[in-house]
């Protein structure tokens, strides 16, 4: 039991007291994270929605995502992460309360939109400033922490969501939009005096030589693309898996928030603790493409098994494939990137999942309502192995392009030694 803790101690020390207080604010923004998870209920069982209409409008929140991200990323290299971040939480959370209002398929839509282009300008810019606060050897342990907030608090956002939404739908909107105002107000209050917000402007010529552009580097937009394949088969678990655990299963709106709640629940308790035990023992290139295969074994087992039980097994792999991918995923990021374009790959990154939140929802809502359940976890199961073989290779490479670039940057150094 002691060595247990010692490892804890050790997972969690060094970080910088900037790091701890943002994923404070994030855990208490997640915390309210009730609409997305149950919007798909919402839209067919208390607006009438058919399925394929549901999987427009979880659709249309996706392409508000693409173009967050986009202006998320665009925005903190002009102005900051600190500004972008504020807008977003205290806007976004003010919006869940027009949101409720909205019934019409158009407003809805339009609605939808908005919310979620808003939203997500802090997901390229949260992603910044943790870079920004983060001891440079403990980068990966940072988002990590910050992870394990957003996981324990999507523990609790579910779960209470779905005790709401029994009462009423009503209050998920107003929970979810009070908690985003309360993360924007402690955000701004801790970190308006906070050194490292504002945006980085090199004037060298060797600063300018290196900051290229996200959008020019093939190797990174390979990896984007391949990442948002893996976002494709990860949302599932937040678009057609709680209609499965509805309609298949026919569980309460409870029981489907326990069942989301346990992924938070394992990923707060595991993911520091993994990442410190194996982030420097094994190689990226096999971390991130086993977690992928991991994630589309989560959604076949489905099909394997047909009792209640295997829906928590299900959870519990999808949990240890987020744990093995989506850290190191991030930190690749990081590295391929400085402080002066870091915003654009963060938001070229994010982007890659905003993509998915477009065609997940579609995807998977099409493939249910023309051939049902099972052929939507087979094609899970596939996509997994295609986006593993993938990442495996393209991770290499990014890999050998980083020690590459490290050892010109040391000979350069020792030249300026020598001379």
């Known amino acids: ?6 490892l804890y101690r050790n997972a969690f020390g060094g970080l910088s007291r900037q790091a701890w207080m943002m994923s404070l ?28 209409e549901a999987g427009a409008i979880l659709s249309i929140y996706g392409m508000g995502s693409v173009c967050g991200s986009f202006l998320g990323g665009w925005l903190t290299d002009k102005i900051g992460h600190f500004k972008v971040q504020c807008m977003s939480l205290l806007v976004g959370g003010s919006l869940y309360f027009l949101l409720l209002n909205l019934k019409q398929f158009e407003y809805l839509a339009a609605g939808v939109f908005i919310l979620s282009l808003v939203n997500d300008t802090l997901r390229p810019a949260n992603s910044a400033s943790i870079a920004s606060y983060a001891k440079p050897e403990n980068v990966t342990r940072a988002f990590s922490l910050n992870r394990m907030a957003l996981n324990l608090g999507f523990s609790v956002g579910p779960a209470l969501g779905g005790l709401l939404a029994a009462v009423s739908y ?41 900051a290229r552009s996200p959008y020019k580097d093939l190797t990174f937009i390979l990896f984007v693309i391949f990442c948002s394949c ?3 088969v990860f949302f599932q678990f937040i678009t057609t898996l709680p209609l499965y655990y509805r ?3 026919t569980l309460p709106e409870s029981k489907i928030g326990g069942l989301l709640a346990m992924n938070g629940v394992v990923v707060f ?43 928590y097994a299900s959870m519990l792999l999808l949990s240890i494939a987020e744990i093995m991918a989506m850290p190191f995923m991030a930190t690749l990021t990081v590295e391929r990137s400085n402080d002066s374009n870091r915003g654009a790959y963060m938001g070229l990154y994010t982007i890659s999942y905003s993509a998915a939140h477009i065609l997940a929802p579609y995807l998977g809502t099409s493939l249910v309502a023309a051939f049902g359940f099972a052929s939507l976890w087979w094609a899970t199961g596939g996509l997994a192995i295609f986006t593993a073989i993938g990442l495996y290779f393209v991770v290499q490479h990014m890999e050998r392009e980083k020690l590459q670039e490290q050892a010109f940057v040391a000979s350069g150094e020792a030249g300026i030694t020598v001379s």
């Open 170 to 210: 009503r209050w998920l909107f107003i929970a979810d939009g009070a908690t985003c105002i309360a993360a924007g107000i402690f955000f701004f209050l801790y970190f308006r005096n906070q050194q490292g917000h504002r945006p980085q402007h090199h004037k060298t010529q060797h600063s300018k030589a290196t």
């Open 247 to 249: 309609q298949v299963y």
């Open 1 to 6: 039991m002691k060595k247990v803790l010692l």
């Open 269 to 311: 308790l595991l993911e520091m603790l993994a990442v410190y035990l194996i982030a420097d023992r094994i190689k990226k290139s096999i971390l991130i493409p086993g977690g992928v295969l991991i994630l589309g074994a989560s959604f076949v087992l489905l099909n394997l098994v047909g009792n209640i039980g295997v829906l």
């Open 230 to 232: 893996f976002a494709i």
């Open 25 to 52: 604010v994030m855990f208490i923004n997640r915390s309210g994270a009730m609409v997305t998870p149950f919007l798909g209920v919402y839209l067919t069982e208390v607006l009438d929605y058919s399925l394929k």
